[in-house]
């Protein structure tokens, strides 16, 4: 997005010299890294970096005013619902898709966000990486508000182990071996230590939970969750048993607490207005379907990683609906091809991650990921056979 460094960055690209940054992204873990990184970081000025921002702050404007969870509060499945929800979403992730206006322009648009975690720490070191194997300019930064990666992993640390000893927090997660995005679980071992645990390694005794550390049986006093409940219901029927304890009143702590997922989701959408917020609107509260449906999205409000969206939707689309209540239409946005590659340009969406610690009145904007597409939308199964698409970072000028 800033032509000088893009051209510059283009010109002095070299294959060998991003294999060798794939390899070391790929060993420190071999075989856990299930997505494509992409050939270049974004290099995002300061002008669009405010815009983006300014779109979050307005956001936690309104996650933060006072009624916010009881309107909210029908987003939460009745079989997934939680006990002793937090009274913050720990964490909060945007995802902002650069688009093109019709004045030719380029604006952020947010095209989901949810109160859930995400790679926060294997950006830590696809930064650190990136800085080795390419000319990043000084004056760019993966991480916002001054923040760099040692008082990132601190407040991290202080948010997800908080007062307890590490060995008594864990990573819960479903078969967390088998996640495409492991990667991130063992570097935040690494980095907090505490362990990754599958939801079948869990111990209950009444209301407590425990787990085994090297053989010996350990109390659960914090759970940092990675269990995604539309994820856990479609597993075996053994696994969803297993999963239902959480369900129930434990005595643990949660961070974020797993209604925040749903609470803080697409299901959010429809009480934003701003300009960088798309039109959004509950599929049961639809007066007449568009004539321009073309220029619309159809989205379930509970899944993941894009699964079910409807791109070209058609007015039998909206008519098969049989829970109209559990979607939302989404007014469509033009994704911009900005990132020049050496074939034909790529599309961007960048992640903004938000902490938010106990006691603060508002979360803050730490740092991001970013993801390059050329298919319709962006992830993996869009992308096949692409280059300069994946999983990638963005660098904001300071």
């Known amino acids: 997005m800033v032509s000088a460094i893009r051209d510059s960055f283009n010109e002095s690209f070299s294959n060998v010299q991003y ?3 794939v390899d070391v992204l790929t060993n ?30 307005y956001i936690v404007d309104v996650i933060t005013q006072p009624g916010f969870t009881e309107k909210s509060s029908k987003a939460v499945p009745a079989d997934c619902y939680v006990p002793n929800q937090g009274a913050i979403p720990n964490f909060i992730a945007f995802d902002f898709g650069i688009c093109q ?7 952020p648009q947010l095209i989901e966000m949810q109160g859930f975690p995400t790679l926060f720490a294997f950006q830590l070191v696809q930064d650190e990486e990136t800085r080795k194997h390419f000319d990043i300019p000084a004056n760019y930064s993966a991480y916002l508000n001054g923040f760099d990666k040692d008082s990132y992993i601190k407040l991290l640390k202080e948010i997800i182990v908080g007062k307890h000893h590490p060995e008594n927090v864990i990573l819960l997660e479903v078969l967390p071996h088998q996640q495409k995005t492991r990667v991130d679980f063992y570097y935040t071992e690494q980095f907090l230590g505490i362990k990754t645990v599958c939801v079948t390694e869990l111990i209950k005794e009444g209301n407590q939970l425990f787990y085994l550390l090297n053989g010996v049986k350990t109390k659960v006093e914090r759970i940092y969750n990675r269990v995604i409940f539309d994820d856990l219901q479609k597993q075996s029927l053994e696994i969803q048993e297993k999963g239902k304890i959480l ?21 959010t959408l429809p009480f934003l207005n701003h300009p960088s917020v798309p039109k959004t609107c509950f599929l049961n509260t639809l007066l007449s379907i568009p004539e ?7 989205k379930p409000l509970f899944s993941f990683s894009g699964q079910g969206v409807i791109i070209d ?10 829970d109209p209540e559990n979607w939302i239409l989404q007014r469509k946005v033009k994704y911009a091809d900005v990132i020049k590659t050496p074939n034909v340009p790529a599309k961007a969406e960048v992640r903004i991650f938000y902490f938010w610690k106990d006691g603060e009145a508002r979360p803050v904007a730490t740092c991001n990921l970013g993801r390059l597409s050329k298919g319709k939308m962006i992830g993996v199964r869009y992308n096949k056979d692409n280059d300069w698409v994946g999983g990638t970072i963005a660098y904001f000028e300071q």
Not at 292 to 298: C, I, M, P, R, S
């Open 313 to 322: 939707v058609t007015k039998e689309d909206i008519e098969e609906i049989k």
């Open 19 to 21: 294999e060798k940054y």
């Open 101 to 107: 206006d019709e004045d030719g322009s380029y604006s």
């Open 28 to 57: 420190a873990y071999p075989d856990a890294l299930q997505f494509r990184i992409a050939e270049t970081p974004v290099f995002i000025g300061t002008a669009f970096k405010e815009q983006i921002l300014s779109a979050c702050e």
């Open 292 to 298: 321009d449906l073309e220029n619309y999205v159809l």
């Open 247 to 267: 369900l129930e009143e434990l005595a643990v702590e949660w961070v974020p607490h797993p209604n925040w997922f749903y609470l803080l989701s697409k299901y």
